[in-house]
């Protein structure tokens, strides 16, 4: 997704859903629609209107709040705290987990694997334990027949947006599927 895009799913989590005539931000900017339909108190909109931290809007302020704090949705203030939030999430969305439900009790699945995980246990694949690698190693997912398979694209190789995680039926390295060789005889299962 484009930093546009991040910004606007970052305003839209944090937004107060009200606005209003006018707003002071956190950074102490004014901001304010002149629109005479708003109630003014007596000589308000001039004050507003001769105060050089006041800048004119031709809609109603919104806010969002970050950290307890108010910022007003049209400052370019919040935007380099909300960048540096995406960017830490992006950089650490290995190490974020997800609620999941899998065989009636809640699991922490990493984020990175949260797909992958919901769509084998939706498909009859049971799984009984995932891993994204944190870093360290190639991200496995277990079944509870004794298979796995491995997960390239998160683990060792961050996981981000235009690289996402995959599975792949290439024999030399993305999915191998092993069984224990109790079950398969000592031979080896390759999708």
Known sequence: MSEAGDLELFERAFHTSSAGCVRTCKCGRVFYNPDNTWDWEEGELERL???????PRDWSIGTLILDGEEYCCD?????????????????????????????G???????????????????GIETVASCCGHGEQTARVDFKDGRHIQVYGVGLVQCDRQNPPHLSTSEEDSIKANRDSDLMGGEEDRA
């Open 49 to 55: 209107e001769a105060d050089p931290n006041a800048e």
């Open 75 to 103: 400052c370019d203030c919040w935007r380099d705290r909300a960048r540096k939030a995406v960017d830490w999430l992006d950089r650490h969305d290995w190490a974020i987990t997800v609620p999941m439900p899998i065989n």
């Open 105 to 123: 009790k809640v699991q922490c699945i990493d984020r990175c694997l949260a797909d992958i995980v919901a769509a084998l246990n939706a498909g």
